[in-house]
């Protein structure tokens, strides 16, 4: 038995997207970080695969090589549409775009939505620039006030780690959250799913119609397909319920037969990689911290996937508390502050929890416009008159047309502004937007993140912002104002004409910028020291 004890700022429960998102900010701010993962590697088996722009711009920031991790990720060419379809490879009866991936993106992010499959990010993040223990199995953590005694087991027996934080990024089920009494609000299991993961190269019998999502609507084969690379890798998920048939019970000519059942005859070749349940909830944890432990990513919120908002809004879980907990040790920030991590955090995924529900249950619309019941043998007749008949099939491409929003979800990656001590509100109210999950207008309003631009070097505007400390951010050429020494504060000067006309400020204003490139104060660059020391004293709530 190991009696080691090792000494970390931050121990990472998990080793999923969060988690390792966390130990790559962690180690851009300068703490020591350890990740605990209890599988042997990265995920194999593909998840999520809309990866925004904010979570783009976050690993941007955290220094992670972009290049490797775009390559991996599939075209808007191949991945821009989601198609209804009557059978994968028949007929295509609607179709939308799927978010926002043209170069007319580049006006407001460096780095637009693409579809990237977890299981091929995981390996990418897992860089050996962090330290990842696999096959480490997080068993409890002691919190002395002071320090955290975190007990793991490995392989090689237990193991303990002497930290300062505690992030529980274990996902759903989190242990962490469980230890530590923290209930899980909404509802826990609105539908179960079955997973088919295949190896298949669809790109004959899909085309012309690339696409990221299929939703097949025969009632006989009803389900969705994902593409995960049009000529490799492909998922396809029934609603299924996993007490009543244990997926163990089935062999693989099972799953097999309901993947040919969903496409056209013949059948193009495929094979079973896996098969795996999961559980559609819509929940967000009661606390977000509790001492010095914090639970960030699936751990705080499960979201239906009917947004690609998960991995997303975990990621930006940590990015909002990684520099906090830095300032705390660096001793500028009170750990007071830390509390508005929830603060800020929380009503974002109660509002991307809302519009996944939203999305899921929207869907709805379509078999209700084609008239499908309980009955297939009826509803697949309904099917064919439908689509046989000119007013019917109206009905259901409109159907199809008012689900835009669910695959819109631009305001949602960019527009989340926040409140609280940590943000000093200059007195002018927000935009109001029609569709605020939908819209994002640029703005330099406090809360909000700072507006992207392109800078003559071919950097962005973001990139001017420090991850460490808050950046005082003034137009360039004017002078710089006094007292710089008693701050914990780097300058920078933007473009005039980005300064002016993108971010439509005057040479007497000034911004201050956190370090998570969420802007904390805009006014007058004359009480600029004033509004430094007002978040430098920022109260508990
Ligand atoms: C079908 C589907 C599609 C999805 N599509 C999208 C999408 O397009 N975009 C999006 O943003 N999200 C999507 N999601 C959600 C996304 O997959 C999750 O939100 C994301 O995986 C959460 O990441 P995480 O790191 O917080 O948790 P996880 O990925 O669950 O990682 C948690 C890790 O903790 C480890 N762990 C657990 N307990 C312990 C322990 N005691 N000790 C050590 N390690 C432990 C686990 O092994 C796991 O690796 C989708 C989900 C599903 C099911």
Known sequence: ???????????????????????????????????????????????????????????????????????????????????????????????????????????????????????????????????????????????????????????????????????????????????????????????????????????????????????????SSAGTFVSHGEDREWVFMVAWDPEAQPIDAFSTEHWSGIIRSAMVEPAAPFEVLNVSVWHMSAQVAQAYQQGRIFLVGDAAHRFPPTGGLGLNTGVADVHNLIWKIAAVEAGWLDAAALATYEDERKPVAVFNCEQSLQNAFKLIEIPIAFGFTQDIEASTHAMNSVLADDVGRAGVVAAIKNQAIHFDLLGLQLGHSYEGPLVIPDGIDALILDEPARDYVPSTRPGGRLPHAWLPDGGSTLDLIDPVVPTLLLASGVERPSELVEFKVVVAECPAEIWRDAFGLSQSHCLIVRPDQHIAYRGDKSSWSDAMRRLMSAPAR
Not at 55 to 82: C, H, K, N, Y
Not at 96 to 123: C, V, W
Not at 184 to 192: A, F, N, T
């Open 1 to 219: 038995m190991s009696s080691l004890t090792t000494d970390v700022d931050v121990v990472i429960v998990g080793g999923g997207p969060t988690g390792l998102t966390a130990a790559h900010l962690c180690r851009t701010v300068g703490l020591s970080a350890i990740v605990l993962e209890q599988r042997v590697g990265p995920q194999r088996s593909p998840a999520a695969h809309a990866i925004n722009a904010r979570t783009f711009e976050i690993w941007r920031q955290a220094g992670l090589e972009m290049g490797p991790v775009l390559a991996a990720a599939l075209s808007p060419d191949e991945a821009g549409q989601v198609h209804w379809v009557t059978k994968l490879g028949g007929e295509v009866i609607g179709s939308l775009p799927y978010e926002r991936q043209g170069d007319e993106m580049l006006a407001i992010t460096p780095t637009p939505l693409r579809n990237l499959s977890q299981h091929r990010l995981e390996p990418i993040l897992a860089t050996t620039e962090i330290d990842v223990r696999y096959q480490h199995r997080w068993t409890g953590a002691i919190d002395h006030g002071s320090e955290i005694i975190v007990e793991a087991v490995s392989p090689d027996g237990p193991t303990r780690f002497n930290a300062k934080y505690l992030l529980g990024a274990d996902g759903a089920g989190s242990a962490v959250r469980r230890s530590c009494d923290i209930e899980m609000i909404g509802p826990r299991s609105i539908q179960s799913f079955v997973m088919i993961h295949i190896a298949a190269d669809f790109r004959r019998l899909v085309h012309p119609e690339s696409g990221v999502i299929f939703f097949v609507v025969d009632p």
